[in-house]
DNA sequence: ATATAATCGTTAAAAAATTAACATAGATTA
DNA sequence: TAATCTATGTTAATTTTTTAACGATTATAT
């Protein structure tokens, strides 16, 4: 059984979530166990892939018979930390905020919403699914008053690199960003970035590749 | 000067947003040269592999001078398709569809709402920046008539196949999938996932993986 | 109870991606 | 104009990631 604190590497971190999706189906459809091989049909990974990834953190499987299924989704909830439950705050109420906040996935899963903030008048004092929208000037109190461990950044992109520094003032270490910006922040503080436009960008560039295929033809 | 039916590998291409990024923000700061060594230290890769992934799509510099900041972003541009209009449409016009409709930066890069669709007789009718929400019975003849490109895909997850599949039977060739859920589509198809709770839950694992850490010690 | 088959964990090999090295072209300077 | 310096494009080395191979262990069937 490998160590712990030996780095997983960001390929197989990026795995992880898939894997949590697949079992959660599984499980949902009374899959007692399954097999590297079986998995591997239905995922897309390689079996081997597959058994290598899970062994970064410990084997969960038994030979012969495979991984028991319901065992296994709860050792990657846990390893995802799905099993926490986290307050966050939304910053920049703007039309993404809020369809964030709307989104009621994210709660189910432990990332509790207390509150979005915005500099905007218009928006102060609104309700989104009854978290309110407050000034950003109180976002500081509001940090420390509410053990918030995660800050949404959904500001525009002129705005996110100093609003980040200010959440970072305040306590925050964790900020998932959908500025198209990269931060620059800190070592310790954790951001992982949700660009939506680099995947857009991502997507029209393969129809630009299969055009010039097509044409090359 | 590398030829270009070689593929392009999957770690190149989701770079290439990234480079549009600097890029443009450099074309913004009127900086007129660059080379590999100084946007190496701004963006974050090395200048080995930057000039690597530049010559894949044939080298864009000049020996001892650099690059020309203008003519690069041009070229990544076009590499990416963003000097082409692509007509789309939202399918599912629930909170996250409705934000995307409202977000007007995709619109400016080329990508232009023309109409979301829905199955809730609440929602169809209503206008979101004049683009009509529509009836899911009417998408068909709306592909048909409209010259659609790309459907964003933002049912919940239990429709997402179905709806997808309807998709490609209308004729749609690219997908941008929001619903967390992997589509199983014919080859030709081109998907691209944004799965937003794939990314919550990397950062949710680096938290916890830090929480580990800090126990160890 | 024994034999056979299944399947993991792990080590080894192969492939891919990244980084380093360097020869050469062109810019800059004296 | 010649000499020097800069910085690319490209090839080579290194590192990382993925895939394959296989011994060991357990389940299953006879």
């Known amino acids: 059984m490998q160590r712990r604190t ?17 079992l959660e189906e599984l499980v949902r459809d009374g899959i ?20 290598q990834d899970f062994n970064c953190f410990g084997g969960f499987g038994q030979q012969g018979y495979g991984y028991n299924v319901e065992l296994l989704y709860n050792e990657i909830k846990k390893i995802l930390g799905l099993n926490e439950r986290y307050n966050t705050i939304i910053v920049g109420a703007g039309n993404l905020g809020q369809a964030i906040a709307n989104y009621t996935n994210f709660r189910k899963r432990g990332f509790e919403v207390k509150a979005l903030f915005d500099i905007n008048p218009k928006l102060i004092g609104l309700s989104i699914r009854g978290i309110e929208i407050l000034d950003i000037d109180k976002m500081g109190e509001f940090v420390r008053d509410n053990d918030v461990k995660i800050a949404i950044l959904c500001t525009p992109r002129e705005n996110a690199q100093q609003v980040a520094e200010t959440l970072v003032e ?24 949700a660009h939506l436009s680099d995947s857009l960008y991502v997507l029209s560039y393969r129809m630009a590749e299969r ?7």
Chains 1, 2 share one sequence.
């Open 6 to 22: 030996s780095k997983v590497s960001d390929a197989v971190i990026r795995r992880l979530p898939r894997y949590h999706r697949y």
């Open 32 to 51: 007692k166990r399954i097999s590297s091989k079986e998995l591997s049909r239905r995922i897309g990974f390689t079996a081997s892939q597959i058994r």
């Open 170 to 193: 305040y306590g925050i270490k964790s900020i998932w960003n959908f500025a198209p910006i990269d931060l620059d922040l800190p070592n310790d503080v954790i951001v992982e970035n």
């Open 211 to 217: 055009e010039k295929e097509n044409k090359e033809k």
